[in-house]
Nanobody, 125 residues
Framework: QTQLVESGGGLVQAGGSLKLSCAAS????????MAWFRQAPGKEREFVTV???????RYADSVKGRFTISRDNAKNTVYLQMNSLKPEDTAVYYC???????????????????WGQGTQVTVSS
């Protein structure tokens, strides 16, 4: 059974940094697309970034140049390094992965089958 567990959220001042982790069990992260989404209060869940099974990455324009997704295959964990944080980055951040291996999954959250419980990121101005 696949489980995704996020950690690393917290409160940070604008301009600061946080590193989120998504530890996976029940699957090998290097075989699947692994994505981060976020949801702010009153807003729809939005795509942040994805790393494909082949190591390719894609970022939302709003985080490009500030956020970096990476993967540690030995730890079966995906990371999201967030730098130069802005108040508008405040949201619950979710890790997500599809059911099928070796496929490309992009920005559409409905194409992801497994979700973590989320971790809160709050950026103060």
């Amino acid at each position: 059974q696949t489980q995704l567990v996020e950690s690393g959220g917290g409160l940070v001042q604008a301009g600061g940094s946080l590193k989120l982790s998504c530890a996976a069990s029940g699957r090998t992260v290097s075989r699947y697309s692994m994505a981060w989404f976020r949801q702010a209060p009153g807003k729809e869940r939005e795509f942040v970034t994805v790393i494909t099974y082949s190591g390719g990455t894609r970022y939302a324009d709003s985080v490009k140049g500030r956020f970096t997704i990476s993967r540690d295959n030995a730890k079966n964990t995906v990371y999201l390094q967030m730098n130069s944080l802005k108040p508008e980055d405040t949201a619950v951040y979710y890790c997500a992965s599809p059911k099928t291996a070796y496929t490309y999954n992009g920005i559409d959250p409905t194409t992801y089958d497994y979700w973590g419980q989320g971790t809160q990121v709050t950026v103060s101005s």
